[in-house]
């Protein structure tokens, strides 16, 4: 079985990274190491990833490194440049896995043919989960490449998104170039696009749960048109920093 590393960009993510942590010491088997690459984070995060690291030293192999510059391209690159594992998972710090996430992934990757895998993101909170925009985001996995890359959708492109917990072969994704560091969003996707040269992204039929606080800051509607209007500009070619301003974080 293949080593697995996981790597967690944070900023001000002191809220929702314990849990995620935590998780990570149910994994059987476990990751290889986990690496939390911080941004410069103003809240506890560092904290919480130090006592996490610290409690649970026998069955998670952590680390913490600040990244110079903030800006998820530039922290998962960083992190996948300390990674020693033979493939890398990138995890956000709001978004939940399964305990057999480490043999899930080997199986995936175990068929050639396969470049780079991710889950099905079912978005929650703490009482709700949002179907609608869960299956919208199912879907656009395959609808997004086959409207704007048909070419590539039938050689196996699909587009995956950071909350689908993206993994692929340490060799290929630096093959690629990495993350592009100049994107301030849409990275994944431009991942996608870059990996589809070196075989198929594949969608596993499993879930992984991700927070829904941005819907819940923006509300169901907006945040769908949001994600249209983003989706269609860079399909067609628009500079991701100028689409960065429709899509501001939320903590």
Not at 48 to 70: C, D, M, R, Y
């Amino acid at each position: 079985m293949s080593q697995v590393s996981i790597i967690i960009p944070t900023l001000n993510e002191a809220t929702n990274l314990g849990r995620t942590l935590r998780q990570l010491t149910l994994l059987n088997p476990p990751a290889s190491e986990v690496i939390v690459v911080d941004g410069g984070s103003q809240d506890q995060t560092v904290t919480v990833a130090k006592q996490i690291f610290e409690s649970f030293n026998q069955t998670l192999n952590g680390q913490i490194l600040s990244s110079q510059q903030p800006g998820r391209s530039i922290q998962m690159n960083y992190g996948a440049l300390a990674a020693t594992g033979d493939i890398l998972c990138f995890l956000h710090a709001d978004t939940w896995i399964p305990d057999d996430l480490i043999t899930v992934i080997n199986k995936t990757l175990a068929e050639p043919s396969v470049a780079c895998g991710g889950f099905i993101s079912l978005m929650s909170g703490s009482q709700t989960t949002r179907w609608g925009i869960s299956l919208h985001n199912y879907l656009k996995t395959y609808y997004a490449p086959l409207l704007f890359k048909p070419h590539l959708f039938f050689r196996g492109l699909r587009l995956l998104f950071g909350d689908q917990v993206m993994f692929c072969r340490r060799i290929d994704f630096w093959d690629c170039g990495g993350f592009d560091e100049s994107l301030p969003i849409m990275e994944d996707g431009d991942l996608c696009l870059k990996l589809v040269k070196k075989g198929r992204i594949y969608l596993v039929n499993r879930i992984v749960h991700s927070s829904d606080r941005r819907v819940a800051k923006w509300g169901s509607f907006k945040a769908t048109a949001i994600y249209l209007y983003i989706g269609f500009l860079w399909g067609i070619g628009v500079d991701a920093n100028y689409l960065k301003q429709f899509y501001q974080d939320i903590r």
